[in-house]
């Protein structure tokens, strides 16, 4: 049995976070009959991420994979029936289109198909200037207040 969270108290006591709760709730709606094609999600360091989906039968020309802003999307579509009459069809050969939300500042930095897998390689690259920075202290004396400059440049001229 699957049980249905209501966020509604936190959309009404967070200021912010509305990409997160928004995520929280549509992974709160998504079927558990969605679970084709299998995928695994692997962190392999700090800042790096792999995908791998089993895609049997589909070729790089029937995948396609497409990053708008914070959103994957990965997609497949059989060019055509080999024209075969099946007996028992147990690989599954339907469309698809999986979506995974990114976190802010990942990147995809390459994909590659190989014996049935399709592999997505992610990255986390973080502007320099949101990367944490150590700030120098300054031994002897005080700095002058900002406006104390602005004033003695004013002097001076």
């Given at each position: 049995?699957?049980?249905?969270?209501?966020?509604?108290?936190?959309?009404?006591?967070?200021?912010?976070?509305?990409?997160?709760?928004?995520?929280?709730?549509?992974?709160?709606?998504?079927?558990?009959?969605?679970?084709?094609?299998?995928?695994?999600?692997?962190?392999?360091?700090?800042?790096?991420?792999?995908?791998?989906?089993?895609?049997?039968g589909?070729?790089?020309?029937?995948?396609?994979?497409?990053?708008?802003?914070?959103?994957?999307?990965?997609?497949?579509?059989?060019?055509?029936?080999?024209?075969?009459?099946?007996?028992?069809?147990g690989?599954?050969?339907?469309?698809?289109?999986?979506?995974?939300?990114?976190?802010?500042?990942?990147?995809?930095?390459?994909?590659?198909?190989?014996?049935?897998?399709?592999?997505?390689?992610?990255?986390?690259?973080?502007?320099?200037?949101?990367?944490?920075?150590?700030?120098?202290?300054?031994?002897?004396?005080?700095?002058?207040k900002?406006?104390?400059?602005?004033?003695?440049?004013?002097?001076?001229?």
């Amino acid at each position: 049995m699957r049980t249905t969270f209501d966020f509604t108290p936190l959309f009404r006591s967070s200021v912010g976070f509305d990409r997160m709760l928004h995520a929280l709730e549509a992974a709160s709606r998504v079927e558990t009959i969605d679970n084709w094609p299998p995928y695994d999600i692997a962190k392999l360091d700090e800042n790096d991420y792999r995908i791998t989906m089993a895609v049997a039968g589909f070729s790089q020309d029937d995948l396609t994979i497409t990053q708008e802003r914070n959103m994957l999307m990965v997609s497949g579509q059989k060019a055509g029936e080999d024209g075969g009459q099946y007996l028992h069809r147990g690989i599954a050969g339907r469309d698809f289109q999986r979506r995974f939300e990114l976190a802010d500042h990942v990147k995809v930095v390459g994909a590659s198909l190989a014996d049935g897998m399709l592999t997505i390689d992610l990255r986390r690259e973080i502007p320099e200037g949101m990367k944490p920075r150590r700030i120098e202290i300054a031994a002897g004396e005080a700095l002058p207040k900002p406006e104390t400059k602005q004033i003695e440049a004013e002097q001076a001229a």
